[in-house]
C-alpha cells in the first residue's frame, strides 16, 4: 500500500475545496498551497505500482489539500510545539470549519480500514511525501504567503538549510523504530548506486501529533514514512505555481523504491521492529 496523505497537487484540487468554502481566505492563498503540497508523490506511487508486477499494490490520496485541512495530522487536542496545525488559523469561519472536519474524518476513516487490510494480511505500507529542497520555516497564519515569498527571495532561500534527497522516517519519540527494518535496508542498497543513499529521521522524526505516527504504531515493522525531495521529480519544480512532474525522474527513482519494496516482502520476518 502506499498512502498519500497530501495527494492534492494540483490547482483545481484547491479550487474545487475553495468554492465549498464560504470564509475569508487569505490573499493568493494558492501560492501558499503550491510550495507546501506533495507535488510528485501521485506520479511517484503509480511509477512505483507499474514496477511492481504481480504485486497487488493499493494507492491511497487524499484530495483535500492540507492549506484547508491536513490529512496527516490529529485534528482534536492542543496543536503540538513545533508542528503545524491540522486545520489553519486563517480558516474561522464555522461552518468552514465543520466542512472540513467532516473530510479528514472521512478520509482518516478510510485509511484506518486501508492499513488493517494490507498490514492485518502481512503486507507493507509506504507513506509517501516529497518536501521543498530547503527546510523554509515562517509561520502558518494570515501573512504567511507574505512570509514564504520573502523567504524565497535570491540570496534569502540559500540560507535555509538543504534537505537530503531522501529521508527515512522510521524512530519515534523515545529512539524506538516503528519502519520495517528490511524496507529500511534495502532502499540503503538500492538507493546508495544512484548517489541517493537515503537519510534516517534528518528532517524530523515520526510525532504523535501525526496519523503517520498512529499507523505505524498500531502496525509496528509494517509503515514506512519516506519523505524524497522535490527537485528529483519536478522538471523543474517551482514554488508558487503548479509544477510539471518528469516521466523518466519518476522512473528513475520508482524502479530502486520498487526494487527494495520487492526485496522487504521476500524477506524473512520483514515486519519487525526494534529498539
Known amino acids: 500500500m502506499i498512502e498519500i496523505p497530501h495527494g492534492a497537487t494540483s490547482r483545481r484540487h484547491f479550487d474545487a475545496v475553495a ?6 481566505l487569505p490573499a493568493d492563498l494558492a501560492a501558499f498551497f503550491h510550495v507546501n503540497t506533495d507535488e510528485g508523490a501521485p506520479e511517484l506511487a503509480r511509477a512505483i505500482a507499474a514496477a511492481l508486477p504481480g504485486r ?6 487524499a ?3 492540507r492549506t484547508f485541512v491536513d490529512c496527516n495530522r490529529v485534528v482534536t487536542g492542543e496543536v503540538a510545539a513545533g508542528m503545524t496545525a491540522g486545520l489553519p488559523v486563517y480558516l474561522r469561519d464555522a461552518a468552514d470549519q465543520a466542512l472540513l472536519l467532516e473530510l479528514h474524518r472521512r478520509y482518516s476513516a478510510l485509511a484506518e480500514s486501508a492499513y488493517e487490510e494490507v498490514c492485518g494480511g502481512g503486507g507493507l505500507a509506504l507513506a509517501l511525501h516529497t518536501y521543498a ?3 523554509v ?12 515569498r520573502a523567504a524565497y527571495r535570491p540570496g534569502r532561500r540559500e540560507r535555509w538549510p538543504p534537505r537530503p534527497p531522501i529521508d527515512l522516517i522510521t524512530r519515534a519519540p523515545g529512539g524506538e523504530t516503528l519502519a520495517p527494518s528490511a524496507l529500511v535496508a534495502a532502499l540503503h542498497e538500492s538507493l546508495s548506486p544512484l548517489g541517493l543513499g537515503p537519510a534516517e529521521n534528518s528532517t524530523y522524526e515520526l510525532h504523535p501529533a501525526t496519523t503517520g505516527y498512529r499507523h505505524a504504531r498500531r502496525h509496528p515493522g509494517q509503515v514506512l ?10 522538471a523543474p519544480w517551482r514554488p508558487f505555481v503548479e509544477s510539471r512532474i518528469g516521466p523518466r525522474k519518476c522512473a528513475r527513482l520508482a524502479r530502486p523504491l520498487a526494487a527494495a519494496i520487492a526485496a522487504a516482502l521476500a524477506a524473512p520476518q520483514s515486519s519487525s521492529s526494534s529498539a
Not at 497487488?56 to 490520496?61: A, F, S, T
Not at 520555516?137 to 514564504?148: G, I, N, S, T
Open 19 to 24: 468554492a465549498r468554502l464560504a470564509g475569508p
Open 56 to 61: 497487488r499494490v493499493v494507492i491511497l490520496r
Open 63 to 65: 484530495l483535500v489539500p
Open 133 to 135: 529542497p530547503r527546510s
Open 137 to 148: 520555516e515562517v509561520a502558518v497564519d494570515d501573512d504567511v504567503v507574505a512570509a514564504l
Open 225 to 234: 514514512c519516506l519523505e524524497v525531495r522535490r527537485d528529483l521529480l519536478g
